[in-house]
């Protein structure tokens, strides 16, 4: 089925900004999540995404690896870790999930929450689209530009464009659905988590996705 409009795959750098704000501490830790900008709590919960190492146990955002590495709390740490930005939705819901794991964690401790040796800094992250000079007008074009472009594409098009510009489920889906009129690949595109492992692993599993919609004769 030939597309209405062409996909144009776009990448992405980052400029990094530092922001006045950091915590040596649980308590300020807390403050300062609840006042930072969005742009901050999407850069340490989802930028990581860029930079995750091919590993198991690799943390999912700052704040876990921070108060593991800063604060020797593993009990916090894994509850840090288990916030999934996929199943929340928004940056406001990630930041008042965050908010709230915090606070009660808070309420559970003895004594006053011990100080880190290194602070929490603050960042946030502007992120500049780049062409990749990839295109496509079909499925199959899709998926052979898909397997090609740089990881930075996959953050652009499935984080960046569903958390930070609410771009419905992600452009990829997005375009498959209105463009190609593949309502079912696209549902299956829109619910393949981008927090689940590294962006190589999000590519591998919608070119599965694309390889079986092409095996079963759509184009």
Do not use: K
Request: charge should be negative; aromatic fraction near 8%.
């Amino acid at each position: 089925m030939a597309a209405a409009e062409s996909f144009v795959f776009q990448g992405c750098v980052q400029v990094c900004e530092l922001v006045s704000c950091d915590a040596h501490d649980l308590r300020e830790l807390l403050e300062q999540i609840r006042r930072v900008p969005a742009e901050s709590i999407f850069c340490h919960t989802s930028v990581l995404l860029v930079h995750r190492p091919p590993l198991l146990d690799a943390y999912p955002n700052d704040f876990a690896l921070w108060t593991d590495v800063e604060l020797r709390d593993r009990r916090l740490t894994e509850r840090l870790a288990a916030i999934d930005p996929f199943q929340l939705g928004s940056i406001e819901a990630v930041r008042a999930e965050l908010v709230s794991t915090i606070e009660h964690h808070l309420q559970q401790l003895p004594a006053a929450p011990p100080r880190a040796g290194q602070p929490f800094q603050f960042l946030q992250y502007h992120l500049v689209p780049v062409p990749t000079g990839h295109q496509a007008r079909t499925l199959r074009e899709f998926r052979d530009a898909l397997a090609e472009v740089d990881v930075s594409a996959l953050f652009f098009h499935t984080v960046e464009a569903r958390y930070r510009l609410g771009r419905g489920r992600g452009d990829f889906a997005e375009w498959i659905d209105t463009a190609l009129g593949r309502h079912e690949l696209a549902e299956r595109l829109g619910h393949i988590d981008p927090y689940a492992g590294t962006l190589e692993r999000v590519r591998e599993r919608h070119l599965i996705a694309l390889n079986r919609a092409l095996e079963e004769g759509d184009q």
